[in-house]
């Protein structure tokens, strides 16, 4: 698997072209509280962006602030050429979907879809609102209320009224965060298709990790008002490069270790007694200390002494501390010796039976699929405790 | 389960709402008997039984001498005071919800107080500054009006601005979004959302006013405003045609607000 | 290009960084595009309630302080007579004790009519409720005093109430409702019940029924249920309907004029013959004034109390 090649390059590379939108050095303050800082930012024309954090990481502010609804404190905002930072919402060429819809209840449905072009003095806007309501499955919808629709309706009608103005950046603040889980997978593929469909761009802000995962085509994990890493989805998730990135975005075991140096185009670590490699270009730590991390589902599991197909070095002495059985898969707590607990996802492939609880077991992995992160990041940094 | 039990949990789901039921049906009984002795066709000087069934004091309602005259002052100073509070009071709880300024906390305190005084306390402070201020002899019309929209003004604020309170922000900023400038945005959006709770201020604000007797009474001079006219005729018995006047104003409100009630019913089921 | 930052104001717990907080989300002052234009706005408003309500108040203590050999023909003096209040106290404290007393009758009728209702509105009406709530607030659009004369008819001497009563031997054969504080107190009660109800049923019907079913699921008895949930929550609408009751019936004079006799007068019959009867402005600002001053110390004590200081 080729993961680390575009990594960083996925948002600059096609940049260069006219409309794409850059944020530089972007900073929103409310008093003492730093909502964005210092954010740099280039989301190329016609591409599924993903700006995804969790609660008040900052990213709802640097939407608002796209869309005009919040003015930064510095830094500057544009569109191709055009600085749009001062600009009023409804000077720029930017819709929102908002999160919980904001469709006007006093108004029809077609009068909420044809709001915007009535306000750019369009006259007849009759016939692009039927097409646009049948573009969203909404073609017999346009005389009722939004509050005689549902839920995934109306989404689809905030959807409706935002693309119908055709703007050069359309922008979702959690679009289906009020959406059951069912109706959410589903719009995802809807929502994926009508952009394919439109072409436009599409900022899409969400702190659901597989939401933005499956839908865009960039991602950038934000936290506490800064971009902590940005790239493709598959990049993103298989080196990362900060231990909130390696916890927010899916799980990983983070071990502690000493770092012995470089050894060709690996870095040599070793974790409790056990010397471990990793390649160079998935090492983001300098120092005498690091955390390995290695993801769940790519650490294998043996019985004592049992053979393992990985190359590096097994870890002895392990037992397991917990089963779950998930139909396609069970999920291992294995406890090592020096106390720490290791998550292990394994495939049911019916190799050999399921381990029970007390069971004593090996561990290893392969050294292509660790990666080294700095030691003073919080190990515990994006771990997300029960909600959602 | 026993049946015995079934009856106690039976009587316990309902027991509830029927007192309920009997608490209203008592706030309704004296209406009832308004309503009734409109129709009564008094024997004697004893206007307080029922003696006999008449059209006649629906027909001729103006019939007891000032009485329509007091009806039609009361309406008067009601749409006066009405149109006075509710713009004023309109455009405060756009300032209180909308903007910050020096003062605002104290203001809102401020707003609740005309209601947290009694009315005779009320009327009382503003005769007191009526005669101060040397209007002492010219107490009418002008003195009533002004009394009314101090405590309708109260009214309207609070509804105005819990109504604006409770409006979706996201509603203007998606206007906005979708090309509105802040005029458009106001008259499209805030404004229509906003109109129910002024329209009920306004109704309430009515309401007060034509109802109001004793800060009334204390400002009114010579003038007689509906419930002075009451007030006056009770000690001699009252004319019927108070009745009259008194069902039809309920007929009239309480037919506008089962309209509006119908007409949001039919929506919703239109919904279903 | 106008660099006019748009005025976004956040309180500080608006940055909310809570377990389900979400982004912090400033509203933008759509209207706000002057610093000004909020005082604007507010001006006619606080102007009329400044000329017409604060400085009526001072109007009022003045006047309380006058010297009460004026009258309102001769004119009168500001002579800081103090004494005004001593004298009113004691020529009126009967009345005015009276008043206290038959409004925290009717409040605490109110209060058991009231909760009544609205708990069966808010958990029993279903698709009634709105309807049921209407109904609350119809009888304000009857004449208040046509209403309470209605009552004189029901509790007449010689209607069936009292001959009903009379027959069952609860009245005397010469025994009368009409006259009497029970009629005084019904007829309050009956006026401002509206104003109970309101409140009460604005604050049972925040209650998440949930609670009330897990209290219920906790082994809590209904009876229990209600003291221990459904009435705590409760409380700020009892707390506001009662004041909403209490005060109004306090200054009320109508009831007592209409329903009751001179031996059920009350503080507000009192300051209405004092100024329209007696002219004596002097007096009647001083009663006005200690009615004011007892009932804002009994309201401040009141809701320390009920510990509900958030009202309104």
Do not use: I, T
């Given at each position: 698997m080729s993961l680390v090649a575009d990594d960083h390059e996925t948002a600059q590379g096609r940049s260069g072209s006219g409309r794409d939108l850059r944020l530089t050095a972007v900073t929103k303050s409310y008093g003492t509280f730093t909502a964005v800082k210092s954010l740099d930012l280039v989301v190329p024309e016609g591409s599924f962006f993903a700006l995804l954090g969790p609660s008040g990481c900052g990213k709802t502010t640097t939407l608002r602030m796209v869309a005009g609804l919040d003015v930064p404190t510095s830094g500057t905002i544009a569109l191709g050429d055009r600085e749009i930072t001062y600009d009023k919402p409804y000077k720029r060429p930017v819709n929102t979907v908002f999160q919980n819809y904001?469709?006007?209840?006093?108004?029809s449905i077609a009068e909420n879809v044809a709001f915007g072009l009535k306000r750019r003095g369009v006259k007849d806007t009759k016939a692009k609102v039927a097409e646009m309501l049948e573009l969203v499955e909404l073609?017999?919808?346009?005389?009722?209320?939004?509050?005689?629709?549902s839920g995934g309706q109306q989404q689809r009608v905030a959807l409706a009224r935002a693309l119908i103005n055709n703007p050069e950046v359309l922008l979702l603040d959690e679009p289906l965060g009020a959406l059951d889980l069912k109706l959410r997978r589903g719009m995802q593929i809807e929502l994926k298709r009508i952009q394919t469909e439109v072409g436009l761009t599409f900022v899409h802000v969400t702190h659901d990790q597989e939401e933005a995962m499956t839908m865009a085509d960039t991602v950038a994990v934000m936290n506490a008002g800064v971009i902590e890493q940005m790239g493709a989805p598959e990049a993103l998730y298989d080196n990362p490069e900060s231990t909130f990135v390696a916890n927010f975005l899916g799980q990983s075991n983070l071990l502690a270790g000493d770092i012995l140096g470089p050894d060709g185009d690996v870095v040599k670590v070793s974790i409790q007694g056990t010397t471990v490699s990793i390649p160079s270009d998935r090492s983001h730590a300098d120092g005498t200390r690091g955390w390995v991390g290695i993801r769940p589902e790519k650490v294998m599991i043996a019985e004592v002494g049992g053979e393992i197909d990985a190359p590096g070095n097994r870890f002895e002495g392990g037992v397991v501390s917990d089963v779950s059985f998930v139909g396609v898969s069970t999920q291992y707590l294995v406890r090592m010796p020096w106390g720490q607990e290791l998550m292990v996802f394994e495939q049911n492939t019916g190799r050999r039976p399921i381990f029970a609880v007390g069971t004593p077991v090996d561990l290893s992995w392969r050294p292509e699929y660790a990666f080294l992160l700095d030691a003073s990041q919080d190990a515990s940094a994006g771990v997300e405790d029960g909600d959602d | 389960m026993s049946p015995l039990h079934k009856l106690g949990r039976w009587i316990g789901e309902h027991l509830i709402l029927a007192l309920g039921i009997l608490v209203l049906v008592y706030m309704f009984v004296p209406i009832g008997i308004v309503a009734l002795m409109s129709f009564n066709d008094p024997a004697s000087r004893n206007v307080y039984r029922f003696d006999g069934f008449t059209l006649d004091n629906w027909l001729n309602p103006?019939?007891?001498?000032?009485m329509c005259a007091s009806v039609v002052r009361s309406v008067e100073i009601g749409l006066l005071a009405t149109l006075v509070a509710t713009i004023l009071g309109t455009l405060a709880a756009f300032a209180l919800v909308r903007h910050r300024f020096v003062g605002r906390g104290p203001l809102n305190t401020l707003i609740i107080l005309p209601m947290a005084a009694p009315e005779i306390v009320l009327g009382s402070s503003m005769l007191a500054l009526f005669v101060s201020a040397g209007f002492g002899g010219k107490l009418g019309f002008w003195t009533i009006f002004i009394a009314h929209v101090t405590f309708c003004l109260s009214f309207v604020i609070i509804t105005v601005r819990a109504r604006l309170s409770g409006l979706d922000d996201n509603l203007e900023q998606a206007a906005m979004d979708l090309y509105a400038t802040e005029n458009q945005t106001f008259w499209r959006v805030t404004f229509p959302l906003v109109f129910p709770g002024i329209l009920g201020a306004a109704l309430l604000s009515f309401s007060l006013s034509f109802d109001d007797f004793i800060i009334t009474n204390l400002n009114a001079g010579q003038t007689v405003t509906f419930p002075m006219y009451v007030w006056g005729v009770a000690q001699r018995g009252i004319p019927m045609q108070v009745n009259v006047i008194g069902t039809a104003m309920f007929v009239i409100a309480v037919a506008i607000v089962l309209a509006n009630e119908v007409s949001r019913r039919r929506q919703a089921k239109i919904a279903a | 290009m106008t660099h006019q930052p748009q005025e976004a104001v956040v309180?500080?717990?608006?940055v909310g960084l809570g377990p389900s907080g979400t982004d912090p989300t400033p509203p933008v002052?759509?209207?706000?595009?002057?610093?000004l234009t909020g005082y604007w706005l507010m001006l006619p408003g606080a102007l009329w309630l400044g000329l017409f309500f604060l400085v009526p108040f001072y109007s009022l203590i003045a006047m309380s302080l006058y010297?009460?050999?004026?009258?309102s023909l001769t004119g009168y003096d500001m002579t800081w007579h103090v004494a005004n209040y001593v004298d009113v106290i004691q020529a009126y404290w009967r009345p005015l004790l009276r008043s206290f007393w038959y409004a925290a009758l009717a409040t605490v009728a109110c209060l058991v009519l009231g909760y009544v209702l609205a708990y069966a509105i808010v958990f029993k009406a279903g698709r009634w409720k709105n309807l049921m709530l209407i109904l609350v607030i119809a009888p304000f659009f009857t004449s208040f005093l046509v209403r309470t004369l209605s009552w004189k008819l029901i509790l007449a001497d010689d209607g069936w109430i009292v001959n009903s009563l009379q027959f069952v031997g609860i009245l005397g054969e010469e025994g009368r409702l009409l006259a009497t504080p029970f009629a005084v107190v019904a007829g309050l009660t009956y006026n401002f019940l509206p104003f109970m109800v309101l409140p009460l049923f604005a604050s049972l019907d925040k209650i998440d029924y949930r609670l009330i079913e897990a209290a219920g699921d906790l082994y809590a008895s209904p009876r229990r249920a209600f003291l221990r949930v459904t009435l705590p929550l409760s409380m700020p609408g009892v707390v506001a309907g009662t004041l909403l009751t209490f005060i109004p019936a306090a200054g009320d004079y109508i009831n007592s004029e209409l329903l009751g006799s001179p031996n059920q007068r009350m503080i507000g019959n009192v300051i209405q013959n004092l100024f329209t009867n007696q002219g004596d402005y002097a007096a009647a600002g001083a009663l006005s004034m200690t009615l004011m001053i007892v009932i804002t110390i009994g309201v401040v004590l009141y809701i320390r109390r009920a510990g509900t200081e958030d009202l309104v």
């Open positions: 904001a469709l006007f209840p006093h108004l073609g017999e919808q346009g005389a009722k209320k939004p509050f005689q629709l | 103006c019939e007891p001498a000032g | 309180e500080p717990d608006a002052r759509v209207r706000g595009r002057g610093r010297d009460p050999e004026g009258s």
